[in-house]
């Protein structure tokens, strides 16, 4: 029995995990069962080095994603609900080479890459194999005014497909406060899309809804967020959710957060007195609005 499980009986949901078949794989998600974890929210990591310029390229990604997915549902009996989708940098990173290079074909090539990587993971939604698109976004580094403005208009585009598809948008963006929840929120209105299911992943834990301005934060709990989270979170507006961000990196163990970490912190959030409606809510409810319901083996 995990220490986690004499306080709490619920379930237990990491936002947003990446797994490497290189890394820990496996037993990283059962560092995480073990310590209490129950579902993982498991999102598709590229190869930086080498990124997909096909749509069958990516395809052949996301697939291995999702065996990755049914391995950890049938080996570790976790709940898993997948994510798939063009992560910024991988996508940044091709158009400013061609950018750089003053290549106008390589430019648009670029912009059709990300579209079929978009079309790619739709079709996996469809079939049911996938739950979300993510994570998608804009550079969180300083970039040229044509890398920036591009991603912002692949972003609105995506928001706007995904506001017809009814489906959840996870993304990763810079790291301002007010100034970036307010943009987004202005962006997916404009596409016609529920604020609520814009996730910003690697969320800052302060979730006052007059910062948030209708968008769902995934906090990353590292050390620090509990307290503030803990200041705001009568604040909230419809909820939360956690996350590590776990990397999976062989190369860098534990970054970024460690897979035990959710769980930690769910045990901390219960020993500062949150009310376990809000936990179900963190845990369970959000989720399966955004996601659907967990899948197990």
């Avoid at 690697?202 to 590292?222: E, F, H, R």
Wanted: a negative charge.
């Amino acid at each position: 029995m995990s220490e986690l499980s004499k306080l709490w009986d619920g379930p237990v949901t990491d936002n947003h995990f990446h797994l490497n078949r290189k890394g820990l794989f496996l037993e990283a998600a059962r560092d995480f069962e073990r310590f209490g974890g129950t579902d993982l929210v498991l999102v598709h990591c590229p190869d930086f080095a080498s990124p997909p310029t096909s749509k069958k390229g990516h395809s052949d990604t996301y697939a291995d994603t999702i065996s990755m997915a049914e391995a950890v549902r049938k080996e570790v009996g976790l709940g898993v609900r997948v994510v798939l989708g063009p992560h910024p940098a991988a996508f940044a990173h091709q158009l400013d080479n061609a950018i750089q290079s003053e290549n106008e074909q390589g430019i648009e090539n670029a912009a059709n890459n990300y579209r079929d990587s978009i079309d790619a993971a739709l079709e996996f939604v469809h079939e049911g194999k996938a739950h979300a698109i993510g994570e998608v976004g804009r550079p969180h580094w300083p970039v040229s005014k044509q890398v920036w403005d591009m991603s912002n208009e692949l972003l609105s585009e995506t928001m706007h497909l995904a506001s017809q598809e009814g489906i959840t948008l996870q993304l990763h963006v810079e790291g301002e406060l007010e100034s970036t929840y307010s943009d987004l929120s202005q962006m997916a209105i404009k596409s016609g899309m529920d604020c609520k299911k814009i996730v910003r992943h690697y969320a800052p834990a302060n979730i006052d809804a007059q910062i948030t301005k209708g968008i769902t934060p995934s906090v990353l709990i590292g050390k620090g967020a509990i307290e503030e989270l803990m200041d705001n979170i009568a604040k909230s507006s419809h909820g939360f959710l956690l996350e590590t961000d776990y990397m999976d990196d062989p190369k860098r163990p534990g970054a970024v957060l460690g897979p035990k970490t959710v769980p930690k912190r769910t045990k901390q959030l219960l020993e500062l007195g949150v009310d376990e409606e809000i936990l179900w809510k963190t845990h369970q409810d959000l989720p399966n609005l955004l996601y659907g319901d967990t899948v197990r083996a």
